[in-house]
């Protein structure tokens, strides 16, 4: 519930940061080389990185990275909150079927009807049934959904995380690597959009440095130290995942109490019909 509870912040806090003038590639890269110094702490300075497991790290460091980069950007484009709140948890689905392309497990029949319900959402979600295309925000709400699968990608390679490692180590070792990519993607990214708001770099001013700085220990720092504390024994991935969908309702919350930031009714169901398809997922076998 603590995890959930800081979750619940981050694109709170990108949305201040986006008033603030903060581009979406200064948040990811400050965000991570922010939270660094507490997971060591929380290792005890005990870094562990073999050289036979460099390849594994800096994929889902890749991955990692470009979830939040696309995360984030969202908000950037314009996306509402709930909306891109919505669309990110539509893992779920993009889990269920990565799972079946790789073999591990198969889709039901079941599975199928609830990605079937999820579309419906996201497609409630995105406007598209009550706005006009030329209001239509297609590119925020094109990224939040590609985060969502970005997010269920990162969770694929995370699942097969190396035994050798501490949870929180292998988290330092991502976010050691996330870091680089985050640069490689954003000054990349850079030759083909410019838009400051995405990839732009420069010196930050102190309401900017704490906003970034509160943004990596409140909601970065924070969630993923208390999710790697949690055995498997403790709390089960079923139980986990169903509090975990706090994250997305108080997100709802934080939008509407500080930034008065709401939306239409057709689309608040469509993110009810996404955290409900989500919550059956969890609970399919």
């Known amino acids: 519930m603590l995890a959930s509870f800081g979750f619940s912040f981050i694109l709170i806090f990108s949305t201040l940061l986006k008033d603030a003038g903060v581009s979406s590639l200064s948040q990811v890269f400050f965000r991570i080389a922010l939270a660094l110094p507490l997971i060591f702490l ?3 300075g005990k870094v562990k990185l073999q050289m036979k497991d460099l390849q594994y790290f800096t994929i889902t460091g890749f991955v990692f990275s470009a979830f939040l980069l696309s995360a984030l950007s969202s908000i950037i484009l314009g ?7 919505a669309l990110i948890y539509t893992q779920p689905f993009f ?17 199928s009807a609830i990605i079937a319900f999820g579309i419906l959402g996201v497609f409630l979600v995105s406007g598209i049934a009550t706005e006009q295309y030329s209001t239509l925000n297609v590119s925020g709400i094109s990224i939040a959904l590609l985060a969502g699968f970005l ?11 190396k035994t050798q490692y501490t949870p929180l180590q292998a988290l330092f070792n991502t976010f050691i690597f996330a870091i680089l990519w985050a640069l490689i993607l954003g000054f990349t990214l850079q030759s083909f959009v410019k838009n400051p708001n995405f990839t732009g770099f420069s010196a930050l001013n102190p309401y900017q440095l704490l906003l970034l700085t509160l943004f990596a220990l409140f909601s970065t720092a924070l969630p993923y130290g208390c999710l790697n504390y949690i055995k498997p024994n403790e709390v089960s991935p079923t139980t986990e995942g169903t509090i975990l969908l706090l994250d997305p309702t108080l997100h709802n919350i934080w939008a509407i109490l500080i930034f008065q930031q709401y939306i239409s009714p057709i689309r ?15 609970k399919t076998k």
Do not use: D
């Open 79 to 85: 996306c509402p909150i709930a909306a891109a709140t």
């Open 268 to 282: 608040y169901a469509g993110v009810a019909l996404i955290l409900l398809s989500a919550l059956a997922m969890l």
């Open 151 to 161: 997010y269920a990608l990162y969770l694929f390679f995370k699942r097969t995380s």
């Open 95 to 111: 889990t269920a079927i990565l799972a079946a392309a790789s073999k591990r497990e198969k889709i039901t029949k079941k599975k």
């Open 42 to 44: 929380l290792i005890r």
